[in-house]
């Protein structure tokens, strides 16, 4: 029983039925989500403005040093040092689904790369798996390992990326000792625990070197997006957006040259992974001994949803019907993580608690005025939400600007009607919690921790070991990234290694022929994962042409606006508990810096682009909505 | 003298494509073997270091760069062409340059200005811009812009292989993107 919300019990083989004696099991208002922050009434906010001047309107617009478009609305009681309202704001339409309408389900690998200037070769491999499973076609081994290895490669030049030139600022000298001097004081005369590993003797030498565009460590993630890139086009001809990837595997040529230099350049990320996690270890223990208040920046529910990545080759069979086994063999396990519990590895039930409300977004509502479900249920016969993504329709539609009726851009994911929030991090807690992984001379899942031996570089063989946090935090997303690094490269290793083992083989096939079918309708899910987590593509095809595409990405859990139960997505929840720590009394000169940490912990990535689709089915105009005149 | 010809664009953007066309066509013309033709459009990071891949002792002394920009004050199909006056903004704008760059924006100010503060540029550099009007989907110019095609070929042509034509031009400055102008009321 992994449901508390939705009306859905498993029988006593584990298949899932709609509770009976429900009349309207999808009714939004037989959900009660749990006691959590929430935000203030507009009544309030007025109030509290007019008659406190120690309260003010705070806003970030946009949130700089993020990817793509965020604002942020905070209002600040500045004497009790407190956030009293938090909404975010994704200011630019995304249209992906809309363009993919009528087209061969094969341009969406190249089309929905393009969601993402970073990470586009995430969306390409989440089409790709759609599409497998829609049409019935699945990769060869070596297929899959070599997709796993290009997709390790594009987490390795993500994760540096956020924490050294996006996050790691917020923790540098240049911003810590104005904001904070006693802080940094501190951090001159307190030693880093990991100096041998890292090179640092203090905390503030660590600091000055987070230093954005002259620090040693800035300027060292550069340095290694290319080590990673360069690695990547050998199997994905292009960076961001390969041209490699296709429904059955990946159309490159794998031989032992390609793999020597893909090995010359892994190898780099042995001692920059150690470096990494010990360094963000080092910052985040530092913060918690000056000011444990720091433990409550960024905090919230520890609610995750991970659809995991990189499949086995035994397993995976891309059938639907077969995802929980062959999701529960990815070297990252999929989950969805509840108040810190893990409740379900199963891929199969966390689509089918998985639906995208539109409440308080810039989009119509597609379902009631007696219009019919696609789909009742899943392709196994599981109950299927009328607001689950296969029976979604995107209408956009900017109307009624202001808190109480529609603010952004984002939709509104929920699982079991609860805010969940999707990262690295969770694919590195359910895969530690699970103890699901395959086996591995260099990994182990203990139930608690994540244990790594991360080989010799120049620095030697080191054990790492990634603990379940006591507390959920922004601190402890940063920290967990930088502990991904590790993991990732650590699997990509093991994919290098089995790859060799079937190259030596003979093996070096690398995709399967397909046909895309002319007749009848079919339905498939990528579930997939980006370098910011849970990543799913829906799809259903009618003779040969998508019908419907649905796109949910990590930034659309973590920057949803307050849902139709009150409850707020997970940007505003961790800016809700967020105490305002800096050193000074005066709003004027106050930075918002610790609203920022919280905020840029989720590496926040607003896949956008501003084309709409026109009836007549061209790209015409730009859109994007100014938030200009809301009002409370 | 070491010269690199760079078209910085995107694909299928209709007068935002003019950048790639234009270094499609010089690509195939015969160029001296002191000159290099290269689709710059991507990460301008990856492009420093393409640029810093080339022997310390032989770099490229000046560089072409060919590209839309929207200045909005003038007609669509304008072409204007200058010495980059170098000038670099502030060290705020730099850094968000640097995050536009990795996290997928291409432009041909975020290209100059990060690859000038990591000195990965040569000392001479021509752009040659070109005001779009049709920011869309799409593999077609505007008849504005599509008309100014092959003078804008000839022109970086003679800037890339004659010195006079360069030593001709004014120096100009860069038309620098500000941050989104999203506002709460």
Redesign the interface.
């Known amino acids: 029983m992994c449901f508390k919300n939705l009306p859905v019990e498993f029988d006593a083989g584990g298949k899932p039925f709609l509770r009976n004696g429900v009349g309207d099991p999808y009714a939004t208002a037989t959900a009660t989500p749990p006691e959590g922050p929430r935000q203030l009434t507009s009544e309030n906010i007025q109030e509290l403005l007019k008659r406190n001047g120690h309260i003010k309107s705070l806003d970030f617009d946009p949130v700089t040093r993020v990817a793509g478009a965020l604002a942020f609305h905070t209002v600040a009681d500045f004497e009790n040092r407190k956030v009293l309202e938090a909404r975010s704001v994704a200011t630019l339409f995304r249209g992906y689904e809309v363009i993919m309408v009528g087209r061969d389900p094969r341009d969406a690998i190249y089309i929905t790369s393009r969601a993402c200037g970073v990470c586009g070769g995430v969306h390409s491999v989440c089409s790709a798996l759609a599409t497998e499973m829609a049409i019935g076609c699945c990769p060869p081994p070596m297929g899959v390992l070599i997709r796993n290895l290009a997709l390790a490669l594009e987490f390795l030049y993500d994760h540096p990326l956020h924490l050294h030139l996006l996050a790691g600022p917020d923790y540098s000298q240049v911003i810590v000792e104005p904001t904070n001097p006693s802080l940094y004081e501190r951090a001159k005369v307190t030693e880093a625990h990991h100096t041998a590993i890292h090179g640092y003797r203090t905390i503030a030498d660590l600091m000055t070197d987070l230093n954005p565009l002259t620090g040693r460590l800035y300027v060292e993630a550069l340095h290694m997006t290319r080590v990673a890139r360069e690695a990547y086009v050998l199997i994905c001809g292009k960076y961001p957006h390969p041209q490699t990837i296709v429904p059955g595997g990946m159309s490159s040529t794998i031989n032992l040259t390609v793999m020597n230099e893909m090995f010359v350049r892994l190898s780099q990320f042995f001692d920059y992974s150690k470096k990494l996690a010990l360094i963000w270890d080092d910052i985040t223990d530092f913060f918690y001994d000056a000011n444990p208040e720091y433990k409550k920046v960024g905090a919230r529910r520890a609610n995750m949803i991970d659809t995991g990545i990189f499949d086995h080759p035994d397993a995976y069979d891309a059938t639907y019907e077969s995802a929980n086994d062959w999701g529960n063999r990815r070297w990252a396990t999929p989950g969805a993580i509840v108040e810190g519990k893990l409740v379900t590895t199963d891929l199969k039930t966390i689509n089918i608690g998985l639906e995208e409300f539109v409440e308080h977004s810039f989009y119509e509502e597609w379902t009631g005025d007696g219009q019919q479900q696609h789909f009742a249920t899943d392709p196994s016969g599981n109950p299927l939400s009328p607001y689950h993504p296969w029976n979604k329709v995107t209408r956009p539609r900017p109307q009624g600007t202001n808190w109480k009726e529609k603010y952004t851009w984002d939709t509104t994911p929920r699982w079991d009607r609860q805010s969940m929030e999707a990262g690295a991090y969770a694919r590195l807690w359910n895969t530690a919690v699970a103890r699901k992984m395959p086996e591995s001379p260099f990994m182990e899942s203990t139930g608690h921790s994540l244990k790594m031996r991360v080989p010799a570089g120049a620095l030697p063989e080191t054990e790492l070991e990634w603990h379940v946090p006591e507390v959920w935090n922004a601190f402890e997303r940063n920290r967990a990234r930088a502990y991904c690094q590790a993991f990732t490269t650590l699997i990509a290793f093991e994919q290098w290694r089995a790859a060799m083992d079937r190259l030596k083989d003979g093996d070096s096939r690398t995709s399967t022929k397909f046909e895309i079918p002319k007749r009848g309708t079919q339905q498939g899910v990528g579930f997939w994962g980006a370098g910011r987590g849970y990543l799913t593509h829906h799809l259903t095809l009618d003779r040969g042409a998508v019908a419907n595409y649905q796109i949910v990405t990590p930034s659309s859990w973590n920057a949803s606006p307050t849902d139709r139960w009150g409850q707020p997505g997970p940007y505003e929840e961790a800016v809700l508990n967020t105490p305002l720590l800096e050193e000074t009394n005066d709003p004027a000169k106050f930075r918002g810096l610790d609203v920022l940490r919280a905020i840029r912990s989720f590496d926040p990535c607003m896949p956008c682009t501003t084309h709409i689709q026109s009836e007549g089915g061209l790209i015409t105009r730009e859109v994007n909505t100014c938030a200009c005149g809301l009002d409370d | 003298m070491r010269v690199i010809v760079g078209g910085v664009a995107y694909p299928d953007l209709c007068d935002y494509s003019i950048g790639m066309e234009v270094q499609e066509r010089l690509s195939g013309r015969q160029a001296p073997a002191n000159v290099v033709v290269e689709d710059l459009s991507?990460?301008p990071?990856?492009v420093i270091?393409r640029l810093e891949d080339e022997p310390p002792d032989d770099r490229f002394e000046r560089a072409v760069f060919v590209s839309a920009v929207k200045r909005g004050d003038r007609p669509a199909g304008t072409v204007s062409c200058f010495r980059w006056d170098g000038i670099l903004p502030s060290?705020d704008e730099?850094?968000?340059a640097?995050?536009e760059a990795?996290?997928?924006?291409i432009r041909l100010d975020n290209t100059l200005v990060i690859a000038r503060?990591f000195r990965a540029l040569p000392n001479e550099v021509v752009v040659v811009e070109v005001e779009p009007e049709t920011?869309?989907?799409?593999a077609a110019l505007s008849p504005a812009v599509a008309a100014q095609v092959d003078r804008v070929c000839d022109l970086v042509w003679s800037f890339a292989t004659d010195d006079s034509a360069v030593a001709a031009l004014p120096v100009g400055s860069l038309a620098l993107a500000t941050?989104?102008?999203?506002?709460?009321?």
Request: hydrophobic content about 40%.
């Open positions: 991507y990460n990071i990856a270091q060290d730099v850094q968000r640097i995050t990795v996290t997928g924006i503060y920011h869309e989907f799409g941050a989104p102008a999203f506002r709460f009321g």
